[in-house]
């Protein structure tokens, strides 16, 4: 048989039909990724984004919903991005010391920047968290900053794996998503300076350091959900906190039955956070569970809440305002025509202590923080789960802050930055089918 085979490969005819052989394969390939990743794709979808609508949180996980007309484009790699997307495939580090997660766990998501400073003060604080050695820590880095890379490699007390933002910005010290030669700078007028750019609301061209942050948190948010072998097939709940938010000893078993009690307690909560939206409260103290209005800080939600969320990637992406949270606020969640209700405790498992904004503090002549000196009163019932499964919900209605029909503060106004950020969203669906 196997000499009949080799006489047949050698036929020139064969040889001819090969290629076709080829085609057919790699589109029953390609077929087979899209079925299995229920990618809904139609190249004939309308200009119109909302192609399909989206049923309502029932259970299930919903389909992926695109825009069949966005061309999604990434920039050209260069060797550090590259280098640093390898690193992203390899395995979670620690699986020695911690083989097996456990059945009930809930995956955490660390994302950082470049404050070193907050960042020890962060891990320090997660080490004595009870039962952090059950979960697996993805540590997301907005591109890369060698300390806090060695931070990260040094964490002992948990499966750790380590993402890198391949475009961030400052990756790319002389092109988009970094700046070009030719590109508008502040107030420049594009005619006038021929120059390259689109000026923001406010009339602000893009500024690479600003822009970086809420690309960072997209490209994340896109990659846990959709393009981690760690999180393939994942429906449950993902834990997501950052570089300066200090977690209490009692975070992660808090979470753990915030998420258990949101579907019985408050069915119009889509997440629940360690800590009140207000980041200057601690708390109430009561003897009740708090529904109220999406905070920033140890937030928690399933992968029902992130289709709903990634189909509105198009509302994200071009909304004229650089910080993530308020683009959520103002149009992602007012987007879902009912209010967007979160569930946490009366007492905070979590607390934001960067004093200074990302942007500045990377002087060493003037850190926000003195090293390590977080001044947080860790009490006894901050140890040991604090939140009572017999607890009513109280709801706090209407309350204040940035919501639907607020215009953004800037800072995103670039055609490119909305091209970059929808090009995220479709980087782990389409892109495969529309490369064929
Ligand atoms: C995800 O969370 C939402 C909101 O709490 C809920 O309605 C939905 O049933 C959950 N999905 C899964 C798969 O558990
Ligand atoms: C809730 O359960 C605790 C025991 O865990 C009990 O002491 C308390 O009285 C109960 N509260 C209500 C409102 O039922």
């Known amino acids: 048989m196997?000499?009949?085979?080799?006489?047949?490969?050698?036929?020139?005819?064969?040889?001819?039909?090969?290629?076709?052989?080829?085609?057919?394969?790699s589109a029953v390939i390609v077929l087979i990724f899209l079925l299995r990743n229920r990618t809904i794709y139609d190249a004939t979808f309308s200009s119109n984004y909302e192609v399909r609508d989206i049923p309502a949180l029932d259970g299930g996980v919903d389909p992926v919903v695109m825009d069949g007309n966005?061309?999604?484009?990434?920039?050209?790699?260069?060797?550090?991005?590259?280098?640093?997307?390898?690193?992203?495939?390899?395995?979670?580090?620690?699986t020695d010391l911690f083989p097996n997660l456990a059945k009930d766990?809930?995956?955490?998501?660390?994302?950082?920047?470049?404050?070193?400073?907050?960042?020890q003060v962060v891990v320090e604080s997660l080490s004595n968290v009870e039962g952090i050695g059950e979960t697996l820590l993805i540590v997301s880095h907005d591109g890369y900053f060698a300390e806090m890379d060695k931070i990260v490699q040094s964490i002992r007390f948990c499966?750790?794996?380590?993402?890198?933002?391949?475009?961030?910005?400052?990756?790319?010290?002389?092109?988009?998503?970094?700046?070009?030669?030719?590109?508008?700078?502040?107030?420049?007028?594009?005619?006038?300076k021929k120059c390259k750019g689109h000026a923001d609301q406010y009339g602000n061209h893009r500024s690479p350091k600003i822009v970086s942050l809420k690309?960072?948190?997209?490209?994340?948010?896109?990659?846990?959900?959709?393009?981690?072998?760690?999180?393939?097939?994942?429906?449950?709940?993902?834990?997501?906190?950052?570089?300066?938010?200090?977690?209490?000893?009692?975070?992660?078993?808090?979470?753990?039955?915030?998420?258990?009690l949101k579907p019985q307690k408050c069915a119009e909560c889509y997440a629940a956070n360690l800590a009140p939206s207000d980041v200057n409260s601690k708390g109430e103290g009561w003897q009740s569970l708090i529904a109220e209005k999406m905070g920033n800080i140890g937030y928690t939600?399933?992968?029902?809440?992130?289709?709903?969320?990634?189909?509105?990637?198009?509302?994200?992406?071009?909304?004229?305002?650089y910080n993530w949270d308020i683009t959520m606020w103002a149009t992602v969640?007012?987007?879902?025509?009912?209010?967007?209700?979160?569930?946490?405790?009366?007492?905070r498992s979590a607390a934001h202590f960067g004093k200074c904004g990302l942007h500045q503090g990377q002087g060493k002549s003037n850190p926000c923080i003195d090293s390590g000196k977080v001044g947080f009163d860790i009490e006894a019932i901050d140890r040991i789960p604090n939140i009572k499964p017999n607890w009513t919900v109280h709801v706090f209605e209407k309350q204040s802050g940035y919501q639907?029909?607020?215009?953004?503060?800037?800072?995103?106004?670039?055609?490119?930055?909305?091209?970059?950020?929808?090009?995220?969203?479709y980087m782990f669906h389409n892109m495969e089918a529309s490369s064929v």
């Open 105 to 119: 766990h809930i995956k955490i998501v660390l994302y950082v920047h470049n404050r070193p400073q907050y960042l």
């Open 215 to 260: 690309h960072h948190w997209w490209w994340m948010m896109n990659t846990v959900w959709d393009g981690l072998e760690e999180t393939k097939g994942l429906s449950g709940h993902i834990l997501f906190i950052e570089e300066d938010h200090f977690i209490y000893p009692n975070a992660y078993r808090n979470i753990q039955l915030l998420a258990v």
């Open 159 to 192: 499966q750790v794996k380590q993402i890198f933002a391949p475009y961030s910005p400052h990756l790319f010290p002389d092109s988009f998503p970094g700046v070009s030669p030719g590109d508008c700078h502040d107030k420049d007028d594009p005619v006038e």
């Open 404 to 425: 639907a029909g607020f215009k953004g503060w800037g800072g995103w106004g670039d055609e490119r930055d909305r091209d970059l950020c929808l090009s995220f969203a």
């Open 333 to 347: 969640y007012p987007s879902f025509g009912t209010p967007v209700y979160t569930l946490r405790g009366p007492r």
């Open 301 to 321: 939600f399933n992968k029902t809440v992130w289709r709903k969320i990634h189909a509105k990637a198009k509302e994200f992406c071009s909304f004229d305002d």
């Open 70 to 94: 966005f061309k999604p484009k990434l920039p050209k790699k260069n060797e550090l991005s590259i280098s640093l997307e390898q690193r992203n495939r390899q395995p979670p580090r620690n």
């Open 2 to 25: 196997a000499f009949y085979k080799r006489t047949r490969m050698k036929d020139a005819g064969f040889r001819r039909v090969l290629p076709l052989v080829l085609v057919v394969l």
